[in-house]
């Protein structure tokens, strides 16, 4: 498979990471006051170590060596590892020549088995890949099993060479697909033992905990102690021997036990000493209550980057600030650390919530409605545990079946569409996105800018991830009901049975509106249908109001053996005739041997249960109206497609000048440092070096020279304004086409330049007739490139008929944004028309792709129209403007939440 290549671009104070026993390791470049730090660690490192390294024990050769890291920055990368106060290890690669670099290693003998080489070999080889590196180098002795071990495991693609006792290493520092898969693990493995201590603790001390009820602190304490948490818990009050029965201790550090989990809820200005007690005492998690932080502005984002320097200090994982708290319903732990009002019910969702209040209507609506929760996370102003984190925990958790978060920002969304890819593959994410305004909407002149939104973004992640996307937390605990419950529904065809004809209507209506299938049932099933006493014996099927519970078993037992259905939704509507708790029960024997998805629409029982449990414990969800049903099963539809559709590839490009397109590039920018607008011959160079396909266009300051560019190009010709900052060219009459003369061509030259008051003008032969496109690439700060596909020239606007995607951009991910415009049954060949050249417009959307992950300056380009024709996809019109490039989150990288996120 093709490796996935992107920019890494790190700053300088590094970044923090965890190590495989969850503790915080700091990762950053090498600097010139590093020398002293290193002279010390390889004072530390064994006689042994220093051997393998070296291949001898003289240290002095260590210290040369580290100056030369330290001082000379010639020719030469290098980053250490702080762990502590201390620098515990280094690694380097040296330039031999263009693309490969030979790499080094020194880590100290204490900290071996926590990981931390393999974290300095994943930064080194990101940095070396940016830097143009392809291969790394490496002489190791035979006997060093320990980095042999380290360079094997890390999933890069390497080949090994053995020679009088040396084995030469050659890493490719390409991220594979096993690249990825191991560095995934790792990190899901460091997140869990991170986390364990937040989510599991054995110890929990509340610092805060008031005296008298009412006071978050005490409240919470109280909710620890009615959960029956199965551990210790301590409350930390100066000027009390106990609270809420719990005894109390006027310190962290007086806690006769060690703490595991601290729960401050002292006042903004008290947090960052008591934080400091906890690091000292040992305290491996923490959850900060107090509000007073980010959401005050420049003053509170200061205090709360003192917070995370503390918490990264002493390796304390920070929830918070300005929370609820979290929870944890395992039998084994029982953990109510809120103060909310709701007590949890143990469940199969998982939820994350950055607003305490959703977080509460979560917690309420799922024990209502008998979902329950396995664990729930309050994540406040973020400032180190995020959704990513999570996202990790989670997706190895065995209680937690479907995963829910509610967002209002993202700090890595690239690192969070990778996760929700794979962890999708096994469990359901639901994300609620607040914050959907067309406020802020961007200003740019051309099509694809101004067409990207703040939640333009937002819906391409989704899409590739194959995260479902929710309106509101009703939805999502709805949603999360039926997904909980296995099995996934095969297909999109429904079945509709029940006692209500209007239910069954309603229910109908909806799954059509959602893109589910009603398919007519055949004569045999709807004869035996009629034989148990359905009055309408299609689809819907209706019993009848006088539907006993025997005929709807039959009924249910007869659509979910036919084989011609997926799912089935059962409509009852409750009478005086009726008893729901017979009904129920009659579900519950066709349920229990159906390996279809059932949901349930019960009306008129208000005291009857929201779910029927089956005998092998699954617990089939009701629902009060019939839509609400029906919009949860095409939730659950979507999700088993997405899952059961191949992942894609990046497909390999031939044709494509990487060398020739940077140097068009660099050409540019020697001439114009703060970038701009490219001309349309530099436009036409790089999109040629990209393998694109473009309609020459010449440029034209008199009647003259438009008719001998004409003449060059060849009649017919089209002709255009280049008027600066006219976007919509053919809302002034700046536009001619077909024209066949040099007198045709010349009037129009008049007209145009008179339309737009500029006497530039563009002179390009006619492309082949096919239907118009309009692709593009505009680049979000934290999403990175966007690349956009719709409908071109004319109806760009007029039918907004738009796909966004961002990279990698998969072979089906660009299949998948071509089928889903409005227009592609014209590409296809509408009413017999001949079919454009699909795979020739796939080909060019995988091209700007590949330029724009090649180009980071590129910040927009928009081609409209790209005529799709039967002969070919061909670029007319062309608008591209760069910038310096900026740095960009590196999407695969373990790096913990940073303060600038």
Known sequence: ??????????????????????????????????????????????????????????????????????????????????????????????????????????????????????????????????????????????????????????????????????????????????????????????????????????????????????????????????????????????HAGQVAEVPAYPSVSAVPSVVDLAVIAVPAEQVLDVLTECGKAGVGGAVVLTSGFSELGT??????????????????????????????????????????????????????????????????????????????????????????????????????????????????????????????????????????????????????????????????LFAQSGVLRMDTVEELVETARVLAVPPLPRGRRVAVVGNAGGAGILAADAAGRLGLELPELSTDVQEQLAAVGAVGTGNPVDLGAAASPRSLAQALQLLVGCGQVDSVVVNYA???????????????????????????????????????????????????????????????????????????????????????????????????????????????????????????VATAFSRAEAIAAADSAGYPVALKTAAPGVLHKTDIGGVRVGLVNAVQLGQAYEEVTSAAGNPQVLVQAMAPRGTELAIGVVRDRLFGPLLMAGSGGVLTDVLADRQWRGLPLTDLDALDMLHSLRCAPVLAGYRGAKAADEEAVLSTVHRIAWLANLVPELAELDINPLVAAPSGAFAVDVRMRLTPAAPEPDWYARHLRSDRS
């Open 1 to 238: 498979m093709k490796a996935i290549e992107h920019p890494v671009s790190p700053p300088d104070a590094g970044w923090d990471v965890l190590a495989s026993d969850g503790s915080v390791v700091r990762i950053r470049p090498v600097r010139e006051d590093d020398e002293p730090a290193l002279e010390a660690m390889n004072q530390r490192v064994s006689d042994e170590s220093m051997y393998l390294r070296f291949f001898g024990i003289r240290r002095s050769m260590a210290d040369e060596y580290a100056h030369h890291l330290a001082a000379d920055h010639d020719n030469h990368v290098a980053v250490v590892a702080e762990y502590g106060d201390d620098v515990v290890g280094i690694a380097s690669y040296e330039t031999l020549r263009a693309g490969e670099a030979e790499m080094a290693f020194l880590l100290q003998d204490s900290v071996h088995g926590k990981g931390i080489g393999t974290l300095l070999l994943e930064q080194l080889a990101a940095v070396a890949r940016e830097n143009g590196i392809e291969r790394l180098r490496a002489d190791t002795l035979v006997e060093n099993a320990k980095m042999l071990r380290v360079l094997a495991d890390s999933g890069f693609e390497q080949v090994r060479r053995l020679d009088s006792g040396v084995v030469e290493l050659v890493l490719d520092t390409a991220y594979h697909s096993s690249t990825l898969e191991k560095m995934a693990d790792r990190e899901r493995a460091a997140e869990n033992r991170s986390l364990q201590r937040l989510f599991s603790p054995r110890t929990v001390a509340v610092i805060g905990a008031g005296r008298q009820p009412g006071g978050i602190g005490h409240e919470l304490l109280h909710n620890i102690v009615r959960g029956g948490f199965t551990g210790e818990v301590y409350a930390v009050n100066p």
């Open 299 to 460: 003053t509170g984002r200061e205090l709360q980057r003192e917070l995370l320097a503390i918490a990264r200090r002493h390796s304390i994982r920070l929830i918070g600030p300005n929370c609820l708290g979290l929870v944890n319903t395992a039998p084994d732990v029982r953990l109510n650390a809120t103060f909310a009002e709701v007590a949890p019910t143990p469940g199969a969702l998982a939820i994350a919530a950055q607003s305490g209040a959703v977080g509460i209507a979560v917690l309420e609506h799922a024990g209502r409605t008998g979902l329950g929760i396995s664990e729930f996370v309050s994540l406040g102003n973020k400032v180190d545990v995020s959704g990513n984190d999570v996202l990790l925990h989670w997706w190895g958790d065995a209680r937690t079946a479907v995963i829910g978060l509610y967002l209002e920002s993202f700090g890595n969304p690239r690192k969070f569409g990778g996760l929700a890819r794979m962890i999708g593959r096994t469990k359901p994410i639901l994300v609620v996105k607040g914050g959907r305004s067309v406020g802020g909407r961007r200003a740019g002149v051309s099509h694809t800018a101004a067409a990207a939104t703040p939640e333009t973004a937002v819906d391409a």
């Open 574 to 696: 409750a009478t005086r005739a009726g008893n729901v708790v017979e009904i129920y029960r009659a579900i519950a024997e066709a349920g229990d041997a159906s390996g279809l998805p059932i949901v349930v629409n019960c009306v008129g029982a208000r005291h009857a249960a929201p779910e029927i449990e089956l005998a092998d414990g699954r617990r089939l969800p009701v629902f009060p109206f019939p839509e609400s049903a029906v919009r949860a099963l095409a939730h659950a539809v979507r999700y088993a497609e997405w899952r059961a559709r191949p992942q894609g590839v990046v497909p390999e490009l031939a044709r494509v000048d990487a060398a020739g397109a940077r140097g068009v590039v660099q050409r540019f920018f020697r001439e114009s440092p703060e970038g701009g607008w490219l001309d349309p011959t530099r436009v036409s160079q790089l999109l040629r070096r990209a393998g694109i396909s473009v309609i020459p």
